[in-house]
């Protein structure tokens, strides 16, 4: 769609080329900057999204093609236990983040033993089965992971975090092992980024000036049972002293959001099979907050009880073939359910024919408007609609 | 009739591939447990006991492939796509992938830290070859 208002999105054509010429001899024998003891790699995906009964996203029936996301990273191991690496990263969803580059990650690791490593800078966060490769189209079936899980709108919000992770690996002798992953640190997001965009849709105000938390920190365990194939995971997450100051140089009024501790926990739980994966996840968010407009003095809580589930089932028919299907359940107020929810029954199948090109296509069929915007439809919602969705991603 | 069970029992062993790790000389583990080896296939491992870093060799033949389903629970395709996981989300670096058994050996004799995953190999000055069958 052509908004007048909006800057020119960077389309990277060039980009594109770049990848495509690079992934046609990927992994081969030798990797380029071998000799220098670096390694580079990229992906890119595009695709083509629509909404069909309710706008989602600024998306409508007719579709929109700004739907892409690349990255490219370098990583090297100078020497014996270390690890560094950078990758940056840039998506176009519809109206949020419209292609603008960020660092995705940047760190130093040090694998002191199996039982312990630990990475200091910008890392992403362990929560959840798959948070840590919301982006990563190549590393899986569905175009979108799980919305009842992770969510689009909020990526900054739990993607990464600046700080200090300590993880590892426990071998715990006839019962399988265990992964363990902490973390703390804190961040100031991006006042132009696909959040701060969300929270001006809130009503927080017309633009975000600062968004930042004191302390950003969680943990996640993960037992690998003796059971061939299956995983039991939990994740918790705490953003403590989240602040937003935002402004409406309109109205000429300012607010001011400040939440103590925004908490989330997900369970979770993986089997995989030879010719199948099954997942299946829940979480729920405790989130307190509380709002004041100056100069009115007016001043409101905001209270965030929300909950969501998914069980999903990937079949790895072929190597170059595989269909997904799952159901996914959103719920604005888990104490009560029947307030607002979202129920999606979802179907994908992935194409991949070259090892590293892959083609996708998604249909979502969906029950509730939670998550929807009014603005976004003003002449009101439509309980029952649906979301299409195309990609192709190619890496190196 | 003990004739035939051994001879059932010759004709399915001889169906079921062999699997071996191939290590690079310098490895410091003599023969790592085959939970040792899926750790490290799947990325929750990245360094030997003496700190050097594990390079996961794979091979593309069918023969590989069925090694590394049967240790790793994975077949190459998705193995792969679990480390596209890892090294896109800062977890890891990728391993090496090459068309042949026999390049996959090559590779492991010049690269320090090297593991392959094959279903035989013979045994040569550059590499060590651990039974990891289940």
């Known amino acids: ?396 | 009739m003990r004739h035939l069970a051994l001879l059932v029992v010759l004709l399915a062993a001889a169906r079921l591939p062999a699997e071996v790790a191939v290590l690079n000389a310098h490895v410091p583990e003599d023969s790592p447990s085959v939970e040792r080896v899926r750790d490290i296939m799947l990325g929750r491992i990245s360094t030997w006991s003496d700190g050097s870093a594990v390079r996961i060799v794979l091979s593309l033949e069918e023969s590989a492939d069925l090694v590394v389903r049967e240790i790793v629970g994975r077949d190459t395709e998705r193995l792969l796509r679990g480390w596209k996981r890892l090294v896109f989300s800062g977890g890891g670096a990728m391993p090496r992938v090459v068309q042949t058994n026999r390049q996959a050996l090559e590779l492991v004799r010049d690269l320090p830290g090297a593991i392959a995953l094959l279903p035989e190999a013979p045994a040569a000055e550059g590499w060590r070859v651990v039974e990891v069958g289940k």
């Open chain 1, 1 to 396: 769609m052509l908004d007048a208002k909006r800057p020119l999105r960077r389309t990277p054509t060039a980009l594109v080329a770049i990848l495509a010429l690079l992934a046609t001899p990927a992994w081969g024998y030798e990797y380029p900057g071998e000799a220098l003891g670096l390694e580079a790699h990229g992906f890119a995906s595009f695709g083509w999204l629509a909404a069909a009964g309710n706008n989602w996203f600024g998306v409508d029936d007719r579709g929109t093609t700004q739907f892409w996301e690349a990255a490219t990273n370098v990583i090297a191991r100078p020497v014996d236990r270390l690890r560094l690496g950078a990758q940056i990263y840039a998506r176009d969803l519809s109206r949020y983040d419209n292609g603008r580059a960020t660092l995705d990650w940047a760190y130093a690791d040090w694998r002191a033993a199996d039982a312990l490593g630990v990475t200091v800078g910008r890392f992403k966060i362990p929560f959840g089965l798959y948070n840590e490769e919301l982006d990563v189209d190549a590393a899986r079936v569905p175009i979108f992971l799980p919305l009842s899980i992770y969510a689009l709108r909020t990526r900054d919000f739990y993607i990464s975090n600046d700080g200090v992770k300590v993880y590892g690996l426990v071998q715990i002798g006839g019962g399988g092992s265990v992964e363990y992953a902490l973390h703390a640190g804190r961040k100031s997001y991006n006042t132009n980024g696909g959040f701060a965009t969300y929270l001006t849709e809130l009503g927080l105000g017309e633009r975000i000036d600062t968004m930042t938390t004191g302390l950003n920190a969680g943990g996640m365990v993960q037992w690998n049972t003796p059971w061939s194939g299956l995983a039991l995971r939990a994740s918790l997450l705490d953003l403590h002293d989240f602040r937003v100051d935002a402004a409406s140089p309109a109205t000429g009024t300012t607010s001011h959001t400040q939440a103590e501790n925004y908490w989330q926990g997900v369970l979770s739980a993986q089997l995989e099979l030879p010719s199948a994966t099954l997942a299946a996840e829940y979480l729920r968010i405790h989130g307190r907050a509380h709002v004041e407009v100056a100069p009115l003095g007016f001043g409101s809580d905001l209270v965030d009880n929300s909950a969501g589930a998914y069980a999903s089932a990937t079949w790895h028919a072929r190597r170059w073939l595989e269909p997904y299907a799952a159901f996914e359940a959103t719920w604005a107020d888990a104490y009560h359910d029947s307030a607002s929810y979202v129920y999606a029954a979802v179907l994908a199948v992935r194409f991949q024919p070259l090892a590293h090109w892959s083609l996708k296509a998604e249909f979502r069929d969906l029950w509730g408007t939670t998550g929807l915007l009014a603005s976004d439809n003003p002449s009101g919602f439509t309980q029952n609609w649906q979301i299409f969705a195309l990609k192709t991603t190619v890496d190196f």
